[in-house]
């Protein structure tokens, strides 16, 4: 098993961060946040400053299991302008790895993505317009296709989290995480 990245630019959505990394590590999952600006320093949308566990440029992309784009704005839309993070999240698509995004990442972020096929995806509600044509949208909480897993906002984080935990560890080991945090 690899690592996961979730990757942190100036307005990232808290919850969508701070929930998905604590869901993830209650289930063992390895992660690491990501700053994509050169400071590990990064504020959130809402005023908290977070200190990342790694540069975009200490980042070994090929040990990544999953890459993870939490929403906000300004951050999605910061994300999405990250040219050599774009590139990764393309590469790890290519190679058939883990990508996630909730809230307005899934159109800011992966409305950049090149795919060979039709996507289903959610997101955050007047996001849809920023998405190819070709994506399918539903309006559920949690999507997942295949390895491409959206969320469509804050309110839905901690599902996004055990959802992700159920497809890079377990169905039963997300359940035992749930019921630890009184999910279910």
């Known amino acids: ?12 959505e808290d919850i969508e961060a701070i929930a998905v990394v604590d869901v993830l590590r209650r289930g063992g999952v390895e992660v690491r946040t990501v700053s994509v600006s050169e400071h590990r320093q990064v504020k959130s949308a809402h005023g908290v400053t977070v200190t990342a566990d790694l540069v975009l440029g200490d980042l070994e992309p090929e040990e990544a299991e999953c890459l993870i784009f939490p929403g906000g704005m ?13 590139g990764m999240m393309q590469k790890q698509y290519d190679q058939g790895g883990y990508i996630a995004a909730i809230c307005a990442a899934p159109a800011l ?9 039709r996507l289903c995806v959610t997101c955050y509600p007047g996001f849809e317009k920023y998405l190819p044509a070709d994506f399918e949208i539903l ?7 295949g390895r491409v897993i959206t969320g469509k906002g ?6 996004f989290g055990l959802i992700l935990l159920e497809h890079l560890r377990s169905a039963e080991v997300a359940q035992e995480v749930a019921a630890g945090m009184l999910c279910i």
């Open 1 to 12: 098993m690899g690592k996961t990245f979730l990757f942190l630019a100036e307005g990232f």
């Open 74 to 86: 300004p951050g999605a839309q910061n994300l999405g302008d990250c040219q050599p993070l774009l």
């Open 109 to 117: 972020v992966f409305g950049h993505l090149q795919t060979r096929r």
């Open 139 to 145: 309006t559920d909480g949690v999507v997942a296709d």
């Open 154 to 159: 804050p309110g839905f984080a901690v599902k």
